[in-house]
């Protein structure tokens, strides 16, 4: 049975409507209310921020087929520890979601295992190979809220065009994993300087700016939206920003590793620095970092990609790309964004982290709005502590980020009024 909350003396930062005030916030029945419940449980939140529950639009829970590595439901715990009411899990499963039978079977188990919300994407392609188009009518009656070949990059440019095309009759947006599989061929990191220290095959940033170019293009043409992933390179943000002034309906997310490490990381070849788009440089750092700044990058998301330690414990070219992120990604922006470069405020990285994605896929989610459902984070941005991998929800321990010193942290997560997590007491179920 849902209780009802009163979350008392907190500072409320509600990006959607424009409030940032120190108030009280009332739920009742799983939604926000404007009036104080009879019985309300109080929650003392002086001195803490109460927020929209955080959205992440890009992680990977690995079912179906690869629940060796994460569950939706581990997967789910790991969001809610840090502070997430809200996931888009990307189609690169075993199937691949690109059939409105698979995505029915992660609705249900996310349904009967999930302690978040938990999205779909379907697969832009079959089988995400590029070649021919995934059943996009299908898969929006199903209930995705994006189409994304995530993992793999649609290169066939004709193909790409006629799903954007179908894409736009059902109101999907496209999220793309942009790289150009040619110029990127074996590449295991970076191409430059440390590549070459390294003796490593190089992922050109070039890779990546071809594809940001031909989506801007394609965004154009069609005047449908395409949403660029995980951007890592500086030319690349030059271009979306100059597509963005122009009015292109083309947006980007920036994850936490592409602004907190380069590829000079690498130098001790620990595959925990091994992900796709790879670390670049301090100079791409500080370009992304200005994107953030001034709009042109609108989300922030954590590509939450757990693997067995087995799987990593292997050579740097044999290892699979991707880290765990949901535990770290608040901290993460916090510490980069706000305290150490200054670049946003608190409301500017909770817009990106909850009205923001929110708009991008049209849900009803990231707002604080009387009505709305009771998807709420209580966070301190001055918390400081030691992010331990031991301790994490997840199956994997993927992390390049254990023993670091961070500063900020969600405290509490309340997902549909029921708090489902929090830094004292842990997961309640």
């Not at 439901?73 to 809200?86: I, S, V």
């Not at 070649?131 to 993992?151: R, S």
């Not at 049209?362 to 707002?367: C, K, L, M, V």
Request: one cysteine or more.
């Amino acid at each position: 049975m849902t209780t009802s909350l009163h979350l008392k003396g907190g500072r409320v930062i509600d990006p959607a409507n424009g409030i940032d005030q120190v108030r009280d916030l009332f739920v009742k029945d799983g939604v926000i209310t404007d009036a104080k419940p009879e019985g309300a449980q109080v929650i003392d939140a002086s001195g803490k921020v109460i927020a929209p529950g955080l959205i992440d639009i890009h992680v990977h829970f690995r079912e179906p087929g690869q629940s060796h590595k994460e569950t939706i439901a581990t997967g789910a715990r790991c969001a809610a520890a840090g502070g997430f009411t809200t996931v888009v899990c990307m189609p690169n499963t075993s199937p691949v979601a690109d059939s409105p039978a698979t995505i029915a079977w992660i609705q249900e188990r996310a349904a009967t295992t999930a302690c978040v919300n938990v999205f779909c994407t379907g697969a832009i392609t079959r089988g995400i190979a590029g070649e021919e188009m995934a059943p996009i009518g299908a898969l929006a009656a199903a209930g995705v809220v994006a189409l994304t070949d995530d993992g793999r990059c649609v290169q066939n440019h004709g193909v790409m065009r006629r799903a954007v095309e179908y894409a736009r009759q059902f109101g999907l947006p496209i999220m793309d994993h942009c790289q150009e599989a040619t110029l990127s061929a074996d590449g295991v990191m970076n191409e430059g300087e440390w590549s070459t220290r390294l003796g490593l095959p190089g992922w050109p940033a070039l890779a990546e700016d071809l594809i940001v170019a031909r989506n801007i293009l394609l965004a154009e043409e069609t005047g449908h939206p395409i949403h660029c992933q995980h951007i890592s390179s500086a030319r690349s943000v030059r271009l979306l920003r100059e597509a963005r002034r122009r009015g292109v309906p083309i947006t980007a997310e920036a994850c936490p590793h592409h602004i907190a490490l380069t590829d000079g990381d690498i130098k001790t070849f620990d595959t925990n620095f091994k992900m796709n788009p790879p670390l670049r440089t301090q100079a791409d750092i500080d370009e992304i970092i200005a994107g953030i700044a001034d709009g042109t990058i609108t989300i922030l998301a954590s590509d939450h990609a757990p693997h067995a330690t087995y799987e990593k414990e292997v050579e740097f070219d044999r290892a699979p790309f991707g880290i765990l992120g949901l535990e770290t990604e608040l901290p993460l922006f916090l510490e980069i964004l706000l305290h150490q470069r200054k670049a946003l405020t608190l409301p500017q990285i909770i817009a990106m982290l909850t009205v923001n994605p929110a708009k991008l896929l049209r849900i009803d989610r990231g707002t604080l709005s009387a009505g709305a459902p009771a998807d709420i984070t209580i966070l301190d941005p001055d918390h400081t502590w030691t992010y331990d991998k031991n301790e994490s929800a997840s199956l994997s321990r993927n992390t390049p980020f254990h023993g670091m010193a961070l500063r900020g942290r969600a405290l509490t997560t309340i997902v549909g009024g029921k708090i489902v997590w929090d830094l004292e007491n842990g997961f309640r179920n």
